[in-house]
């Protein structure tokens, strides 16, 4: 039995109407049977669970203003136009098809120029535009109709999307999804994987129930003949498999319907973006002299993540491979960083394992002077596992499908 509404065993119609029973002293309009049914096949009908999850969903609504979010709630101009996504219309079971190239996001602009909950705020919006879009169209189709098919382009996606500020909003965005709007990922299809994809899955995994994961399916290289057996060609652009174009910008992504993301100008920066964290080491680091940070690298794709500043004057940073002979082959070329005006931080992609340096230099400087400094360092390695067939998985073969060259992985195998 799938748990909707006319496919309950005795046990779960028994759980509902139990639950029914135990809300009768909150319980809204936006509860309705459906409401009540997602929230049980996401809790596995556990009623304890699924009645406090739902209590506080009521409290998080109020406190969020959420149901009246599109009468007071005015989405800032650079979420507009660099947070890509648009709606293309309804895949073949009547579901609203959402294409976000998420690869062309640029997280480093956006935490800088908005607030994380403008960008929190910018996407309940749009989810709750959605639901209501969603019963609408249950109306029209006489049949209800939940969830959308989200199409994930990973296309650019880089070791700058996995700065830590970045990954936290994704985070409580997917947490967000999952605690307030279960089953509003029909399916998911995740399309132009690249090799960052199995570190940004084990950040996120986390956020989502076993439901949410078993409707995840990363695409192979045939992932447009996979996407025209659930959307017609007349809802997709050219540039995924479709036949849409459009009369702006770049016709065959049809930018009228998808923002497309890209670089945010710095003019939208606020004033005084100092991102840091609390829990930075701090040492003074005399004239002439240099330190070194090692770290060992057990698995390819890991990413080093570092921020770094000085209380005055440049210093000179650079990254390094050791080799089996001891040499030291350049990964980012070490120069002077003026961090006592703007903190530096980025991102470096190791592809092979081994022993890494992470050098600063207070030498060469015309002020042979003690630097002050502070620096804040992470090392996240992809858990990846194989199958026996030797395709990839993320962590266990049940989690998120998987994908392999002209396949199209389910979590139970292929389609």
Known sequence: MSGTLNDLTANQADALKELKSKLNDIQKPIHDVHQLLRFLRARKFDIKKTEAIIRQDIVWRAQMKVDTIHEWYKIPEVCLKYWPGGSLGLDKLGHVVWLSPIGNVDPKG????????????????????????????????????????????????????MWKPGMAVMIEL????????????????????TKLLPIAYYLIRPCFTEDTRERIHVLGSNWREVLLKHID??????????????TDGVPNMCPSKINL?????????????????????????????????????????????YEFKTAS??????????????????????????????????????????????????????FQKTRKLSYWMEVIEPKIERSSTGGAFFNNPRDSGYYQENQYMTPTGPK
């Open 110 to 161: 956006l935490i800088y120029s908005v607030k994380t909950g403008d960008i929190i705020r910018t996407n309940i919006y749009v989810i709750e535009r959605m639901v209501k879009e969603q019963e609408v169209i249950s109306q029209k189709l006489g049949r209800h109709i939940e969830g959308i098919t989200l199409i994930v382009d990973l296309d650019n996606l880089s070791a700058s999307h």
């Open 174 to 193: 997917f947490t967000i999804i999952e605690e307030h709007y279960p089953g509003f990922i029909h399916q998911m299809f995740v399309v132009r994987p």
């Open 233 to 246: 060609a007349e809802i997709l652009p050219v540039h995924w498999g479709g036949t849409l174009t459009d």
């Open 261 to 305: 993301g890209g670089k945010v100008p710095s003019f939208f920066y606020k004033k005084g973006s100092d991102l840091n964290h609390d829990d930075m080491t701090f040492m003074e680091l005399p004239g002439k002299r240099s330190t070194e940070v090692k770290h060992r690298i057990s698995t390819a794709g890991s990413i080093l993540s």
């Open 313 to 366: 004057n440049d210093i000179a940073f650079g990254i390094y491979r050791l080799s089996e002979s001891g040499e030291k082959i350049s990964i980012l070329d070490e120069k002077r960083y003026s961090s006592h005006i703007i903190p530096e931080d980025g991102e470096v992609l190791f592809e092979e394992p081994g022993l890494y340096v992470v050098k600063f230099d207070n030498r060469g400087s015309a």
